[in-house]
Nanobody, 123 residues
Framework: VQLQAFGGGLVQAGGSLRLSCTISGLSSNNYQMAWFRQAPGKEREFVARIEWSGGSANVADSVKGRFTISKDTAKSTMYLQMNSLESEDTAVYYC?????????????????WGQGTQVTVSS
C-alpha cells in the first residue's frame, strides 16, 4: 500500500486548506484510513479517520466543527478539509492506512504511511 499526501502550505489564521491523499496498492476495501499530525517537539496525534468501504468517520475533539474527512474511492483519494485554521494546527500532516474494520486512533495501529505534508498557520 502506498500513500501520498499533498496540499499543505502556509495560510493565515482563520483560513482554509484541503489536504489530499492518494492511495494505491489496496488488496481489498477493508481498510481504515486516517490523518495524523505531528507538531515540532510533540508526539504524532490522531486527527480524523474514515472507513474506506463504508461511511463511518470521526474527527478528534480538537478539530471537531472545523475539519472534515472525506473520500472518493473512484479516485482512490482521501481528503481533509480544514477550516478556521489556528496556529495550533501547525504541523506535518500524515495520511495512514490500516487493514481491517476495527476503529483505531493510535499511530502504532497503522501500518502504511504517506510522506507527510507541512501545514503552517500564521497568526
Amino acid at each position: 500500500v502506498q500513500l501520498q499526501a499533498f496540499g499543505g502550505g502556509l495560510v493565515q489564521a482563520g483560513g482554509s486548506l484541503r489536504l489530499s491523499c492518494t492511495i494505491s496498492g489496496l488488496s481489498s476495501n477493508n481498510y481504515q484510513m486516517a490523518w495524523f499530525r505531528q507538531a515540532p517537539g510533540k508526539e504524532r496525534e490522531f486527527v480524523a479517520r474514515i472507513e474506506w468501504s463504508g461511511g463511518s468517520a470521526n474527527v478528534a475533539d480538537s478539530v471537531k466543527g472545523r475539519f472534515t474527512i472525506s473520500k472518493d474511492t473512484a479516485k482512490s483519494t482521501m481528503y481533509l478539509q480544514m477550516n478556521s485554521l489556528e496556529s495550533e494546527d501547525t504541523a506535518v500532516y500524515y495520511c495512514a492506512a490500516r487493514y481491517g474494520s476495527i476503529t483505531r486512533a493510535y499511530p502504532g495501529d497503522y501500518s502504511y504511511w504517506g510522506q507527510g505534508t507541512q501545514v503552517t498557520v500564521s497568526s
